[in-house]
């Protein structure tokens, strides 16, 4: 079994000296430092064939103060998916950027940009991305409290706010009775 | 020359008729209800048997279909599109969330209410509606319009400091034209 | 002293004082030029219908000179263009450089054109060719760019039909002993000149040149578009016709009134020639089409049009019947007017934009709205839709090629005026029409005295659109001068020979009740509720255009239409001419290296030479 | 006086009975359509009812001079050639009285001209909107007539050569005389010019020019209310003077108005069921359709024709 993941970790670790594991058939992942990050991911697109960036995703761990960065690359020859993982001080943000390796990751990283703020030096295209005139926090941090903007932002329709059975309340403001067949999906 | 019924000149009621039974609908296609218009246009459900047809842009329009959520970004183009329709024009909004939000009422990109930016004649409730339900919901406004009832272009036009207000609360960097009604 | 003379004295004159008095201010030609232009028309129309001829004897040869109906048709189209175009000039050539050259050229050009159709003899007919084709090239590369690219095409292709028409001169010098262009007709008509089908031959090739017929055309679309748009609307409506002048002379007067019909060999090669020049005047009109509609340039578009346009005009002169004839004459003096005043308003739009590439200008309509207006009046006569005076033309061509059984020609001809109506609109739409340009916020309308020469032209397309009898009527004289007897014409209705007819007075009326109605219905209908709105305020899906985004389609505006007819578009004539120069110098350096300067190459080169003689007598023997 | 004025009344007629047909058959399409696909449909006046809307819509914009005159063009061209075609055949009693029009004052091929007339102005119109889809729909729909225009001015030519008249009425009494119509002496050519009707009435596949969902319904794109309705109108009267002609020159005409709605009904159906079958081409595509066997056709009419 794994011994083609098991393999791939080992010439990592020695590569690089990282820590790593298999977490299950097909499925490796490594974590460094975040300066690490673009030596590694050039070495395993150029030498071990995983030519393929499948995505980077941003996790937010605000108690600990830190964005978890998540780099999804894929070999089409040893069908072999490797998850590179760094942590990142949350304030100030700050990533090496990594479109000179794969231009898709330009897309990744002007979307990790606008919706956690994290800056990638020497990014290519400094417009807006996908929000429009957004002047708040990035929303997708965990201290952006959604509900709250949106209760400043955008009108509540009265009912909503105690969260209610959206048939009751109905019932409730025309005076019918709930039929008999809907009681069941009732929530109390 | 009064009609007996509802009030209305004979030419106001020939006009409204008209209007009743040929609505060319803009369908904006957001969110989810997009699928349902094609599905309420063709053979299954048959729209067009009320005169309901699908017009390519919003000058030849009559109805804008709001099909679903509205992100602050899809606002700005449905304001537009809604302004660059032609009196009288009725507007139709699907689902829970142009109502209140839907399941959506707390995020941070989506109104909630729609009638607080564009006058709305008839909401069709549901998550999404059936085709049935929006057919049902086109019967409504065809009874509104034949009631002489339907003025959403008055509506907004009368109203439109307010509308405009509400419009800039989401809209921050307005860069649309203003129009000279 | 006589009028013609004097007229063309004036012009010479006028010239020199042009370029004198550029020497004093770079301002004063365009005066003298306009001027000199009014004097030569005023004393032109005040004596044009009086007999004139003039004879008299330079160095032992006579050169004659005289009016006659067909002569005063074509002079109508120099005075009338040259007057307007010189008035145009004086604005439109403000702020340009070496004027005085230009108005020299200018004045010499419209001087030559009026000396070559009142020569009466060969000698003066061919100097008068000479002084256009070369006033005209200097004007070509008046500002001294492009002579590589431009002017060496004209000059080349002008040698070739001078070097044609000369050799002709001196055959039928040879063979009647005189110059005089009337003894040329007699002796036609006596049957006294052996090689008639070569001299006709080759004096066509000379005058086919000036008319840009297929497969000489090539210096046309390259000389129109280089020239200052005063001078082309000279260039392209009146400088063109001087070949289609005399090629009215040849095929009408020599082929078909020259009383040998009977001669069967005769009747066959001219009938021959006749059809083979309709056909190329047929291809010519298709694929200059076709060229005009793919160009971005707005003056090089309108350039490949008057091909396309003089290709028509020689279809109904090889055809030559009465109706044929007529439709070609009239077309010749309608080309003049439409594509006069189309050049103009391009010139207007370079004037006051700067550049005439369509890919560059949108949306000047609310900024130039006479020019607007003249160029769609003038658009609709090119593309012959009623009831301007270009339908007229059209369909008295189609009349004439339909009643005459040139079943084909008819096709080829419709294909390209259908063709027609693409560039007509791309010309339209690409500098007026589409979103207003922020670059372009500033323009304003030309000055007047270049919008009223426009203007005259846009009208007389109005009047005869109704009204064509008003041209038919010098026309009818012409056609009368060149032989054909009793020539019938009315004054608003065209018929053709079957009986068929189109009364155009009823069309207008038609058409102007219509539109009445139909404009104050849609003027008055709601009139509270309409709004004109700007041209940015457009449904694009909801997307709002930026200030500086134009959304006007220009670029590749008939790309299906070329992709479609792609295999029409492979041959380019150009490339065969630089094929064809390209295989002559490699056949030449081929023949330098039989000279290796070896004399035993040349011995070995006697020695075949000599066996290949012997085989050769041998075989014979 | 009495005259003049019978005439005013009878062109008034004319332009009535042909909008009223023109846009009854459009109804009868939209019927037909949805029955083929499964559906209900709407009724057959449903056309009306649309226009009727259009009219009494409140508010209207226009995008410039040319755009308010757009649909003028059309109406005016529309008019124009509905004076000039015979609507019924000249022997018969009601074309005396009631639609001699101008009938005898035009030819073939001054209606061939007069016909692009309005789709010109049209164009105009629509390029002053400024909207790219207008002017991308207007030039698809010039190509597409330089494709259509050859088979069917294969077609005429090859009448016209044959019975040396360039005029209807001609074609028309000579299909009388010989008791047989031009659809059976000229197969041929009868062909390209059914091929190239196909191209003129612009139903799928040869929609090309409208293409709602590519570019947005074209070079209409911007004109609503009155002037949506003014151009359905014109084109309602546009289907009418197509068929008529079609049935003026290669089914003898008619005699009387019913026989003019079953004939012209029959030839409208043609290019009706040919789009129910068929996908939109592309530009080129239908241009080179057009160039193949139509134009084919069309020159084997002529050689026919002539010998």
């Known amino acids: ?188 | ?181 | 002293m006589n009028t013609l003379a004097l007229i063309i004295l004036i012009f010479f004159s006028g010239a020199t004082l042009a370029y004198l008095s550029s020497l004093i201010s770079n301002k004063l030609p365009g005066w003298v030029a306009l001027l000199t232009t009014m004097t030569g028309t005023v004393l032109f129309y005040m004596s044009f219908q009086n007999e004139q001829a003039l004879s008299f004897s330079i160095i032992g040869l006579n050169l004659e000179w005289a009016l006659d109906n067909y002569t005063i048709l074509f002079a109508h189209i120099i005075f009338g263009l040259g007057i307007l175009a010189s008035l145009y000039s004086v604005q439109y050539m403000q702020n340009k450089s070496q004027q005085g050259s230009f108005y020299a050229n200018f004045l010499l050009s419209i001087g030559s054109m009026f000396g070559i159709i009142i020569s009466k003899d060969f000698i003066s007919f061919f100097i008068f060719w000479e002084i256009m084709t070369w006033s005209s090239f200097l004007i070509v590369v008046w500002n001294g760019i492009g002579f590589r690219k431009n002017g060496i095409w004209y000059m080349a292709m002008s040698a070739i039909g001078a070097y044609a028409m000369l050799t002709a001169i001196v055959l039928i010098n040879s063979e009647i002993g005189t110059y005089s262009l009337q003894a040329f007709f007699n002796a036609v008509q006596e049957n006294a000149i052996d090689n008639l089908m070569l001299v006709s031959i080759l004096l066509l090739i000379g005058f086919a040149v000036k008319a840009a017929l297929m497969p000489l055309h090539i210096w046309a679309p390259r000389a129109y578009s280089n020239t200052p748009a005063s001078y082309t609307s000279v260039f392209s409506g009146a400088l063109s016709k001087m070949g289609v002048f005399g090629m009215g002379l040849v095929l009408i007067r020599v082929f078909r009134f020259s009383g040998l019909q009977d001669n069967f060999d005769y009747a066959l090669v001219s009938q021959f020639t006749s059809h083979v020049l309709a056909w190329l005047g047929g291809i010519t009109a298709a694929i200059a089409t076709l060229y005009a509609l793919v160009q971005k340039d707005a003056k090089k578009l309108l350039a490949y049009s008057s091909i396309a346009q003089l290709g028509y005009i020689v279809i109904g002169l090889a055809i030559g019947t009465k109706l044929a004839v007529m439709s070609a004459l009239f077309l010749a003096i309608m080309h003049a007017v439409f594509k006069g005043a189309l050049f103009m308003a391009v010139g207007a739009v370079e004037r006051q934009v700067g550049t005439t590439d369509m890919t560059k200008i949108s949306g000047l309509i609310r900024r130039m709205p006479w020019t607007f207006f003249v160029t769609l009046v003038s658009i609709i006569a090119l593309a012959g839709v009623p009831p301007l005076s270009g339908f007229v033309g059209k369909w008295m061509l189609y009349e004439a090629l339909i009643t005459n059984g040139n079943f084909f020609l008819v096709v080829v001809v419709f294909f390209s005026s259908t063709a027609a109506f693409l560039y007509s609109y791309r010309i339209l739409f690409g500098l007026f029409l589409g979103q207003e340009e922020d670059d372009t916020a500033h323009v304003k309308e030309a000055p007047a005295t270049m919008v009223i020469p426009m203007v005259i032209l846009a009208l007389f397309l109005i009047v005869t659109g109704t009204y064509p009898g008003i041209v038919f009527e010098p026309i009818a004289h012409g056609m009368e001068y060149l032989g054909f007897t009793d020539v019938t014409w009315n004054m608003t209705v065209l018929s053709n020979v079957w009986g068929d007819s189109v009364n155009l007075q009823y069309v207008s009326t038609t058409i102007g009740v219509a539109f009445m109605l139909a404009l104050i219905f849609l003027t008055f209908k709601g009139r509270k509720g309409t709004r004109g709105v700007s041209t940015k305020d457009i449904s694009t899906s909801g997307e709002i255009p930026l200030e500086h985004e134009n959304l006007t389609f220009q670029l590749d505006f008939f790309k299906p239409f070329e992709r479609a007819a792609a295999p029409l578009y492979k041959r380019s004539i150009t490339k065969i001419y630089e094929d064809v120069a390209n295989g002559l110098e490699a056949l030449f350096d081929f023949t330098r290296k039989i000279y290796t300067g070896n004399g035993q190459t040349y011995a070995i080169y006697v020695v075949a030479f000599l066996v290949t003689l012997l085989i050769v007598v041998q075989n014979m023997l | 006086m009495e005259g003049i004025g019978l005439k005013i009344l009878g062109a008034l007629l004319t332009t009535i009975m042909a909008f009223a047909v023109g846009m009854t058959y459009g109804g009868i399409t939209r019927k037909l359509t949805a029955r083929v696909q499964n559906r209900v449909g709407p009724t057959i006046w449903q056309n009306f009812i649309d226009l009727v809307k259009l009219q009494s819509k409140k508010t209207n914009i226009y995008h410039g001079v040319m755009g308010h005159f757009a649909p003028m063009w059309i109406i005016t061209a529309a008019m124009t050639v509905l004076m000039f075609i015979p609507v019924l055949h000249p022997n018969s009693t009601w074309y005396s009285t009631w639609f001699p029009n101008l009938t005898f004052h035009g030819d073939l091929i001054f209606l061939l001209y007069m016909m692009v007339f309005g789709s010109l102005g049209m164009a105009l119109g629509a390029g002053q909107t400024g909207n790219p889809n207008s002017a991308i729909g207007v030039t698809r729909g010039l190509s597409q007539m330089v494709g259509f225009e050859i088979p069917f001015v294969l077609a005429l030519v090859a009448l016209m050569v044959q019975y040396k008249t360039t005029s209807i009425q001609d074609i028309m009494a000579i299909q009388d005389q010989s008791g047989v119509w031009m659809m059976f002496s000229n197969p041929f050519s009868f062909l390209a010019a059914l091929f190239a009707s196909l191209g003129m009435f612009r139903y799928s596949p040869f929609d090309i020019v409208g293409a709602p969902a590519e570019l947005a319904s074209g070079p209409v794109s911007e004109f609503g209310g009155k002037y949506l309705g003014v151009m359905m109108t014109g084109g309602s009267i546009f289907a009418f003077i197509k068929l008529t002609l079609y049935v003026d020159l290669f089914m003898g005409g008619a005699y009387s108005i019913p026989e003019l709605l079953i004939k012209t009904f029959a030839l409208y159906m043609v290019p009706v069921f040919y789009g129910w079958v068929s996908p939109r081409y592309r530009t080129e595509q239908a241009i080179r359709y057009f160039w193949g066997w139509p134009t084919a056709l069309g020159i084997l009419g002529v050689i026919i024709a002539v010998w």
């Open chain 1, 1 to 188: 079994m794994l011994e083609k993941e098991q393999k791939l970790l080992e010439i990592l670790k020695s590569a690089f000296q990282v820590e790593g594991k298999v977490i299950r058939n097909r499925r490796v992942e490594i974590w460094d430092h975040k300066e690490m990050v673009p030596a590694i991911l050039l070495m395993v697109k150029t030498q071990l064939g995983y030519k393929h960036l499948n995505h980077i995703t941003c996790i937010d761990w605000l108690e600990e103060g830190k964005f978890q960065l998540v780099y999804t690359v894929f070999s089409h020859t040893d069908k072999l998916t490797l998850f590179v993982k760094t942590k990142i001080d949350r304030d100030p943000a700050i990533m090496p950027n990594i479109d000179d390796i794969w231009d898709q990751a330009n897309t990744y990283e002007r979307e990790l940009r606008e919706m956690y703020g994290i800056e990638f030096p020497g990014l290519v295209g400094d417009q807006e991305f996908i929000l429009e005139d957004w002047d708040e926090m990035p929303p997708m941090r965990r201290d952006f409290k959604t509900d709250v903007y949106a209760e400043k932002t955008f009108f509540a329709q009265p009912g909503r706010e105690d969260a209610q059975d959206v048939r009751e309340t109905i019932t409730k403001r025309s005076g019918e009775e709930i039929p008999e067949f809907a009681k069941k999906y009732s929530r109390d």
């Open chain 2, 1 to 181: 020359m009064e009609n007996k019924r509802n009030s209305q000149t004979i030419a106001e009621y020939i006009k409204n008729w008209s209007r009743k039974h040929s609505l060319f609908i803009m369908a904006y296609g957001t969110g989810c209800g997009a699928i349902e218009i094609p599905a309420t246009l063709t053979s299954r459900y048959d729209a067009e048997r009320l005169g309901i047809r699908g017009a390519a842009t919003p000058r030849q329009a009559d109805v804008l279909l709001i099909t679903g959520y509205l992100a602050t970004k899809t606002l700005k183009r449905v304001i537009r599109v809604y302004e660059q329709m032609q009196d009288p024009k009725y507007v139709i909004a699907f689902g829970s969330c142009t109502i209140n939000g839907g399941m959506y009422y707390d995020s941070y990109n989506t109104i909630n209410v729609l009638e607080k930016y564009i006058p709305v004649d008839v909401y069709i409730n549901g998550c999404m509606p059936r085709p049935e339900a929006v057919i049902a919901g086109f019967q409504q406004l065809q009874d509104k319009i034949a009631r002489g009832e339907a003025d959403n272009g008055t509506r907004y036009k009368e109203n439109l400091e307010w509308y405009r207000a509400n419009q800039h609360r989401v809209i921050k960097n307005w860069r649309m034209p203003d129009y000279n009604w």
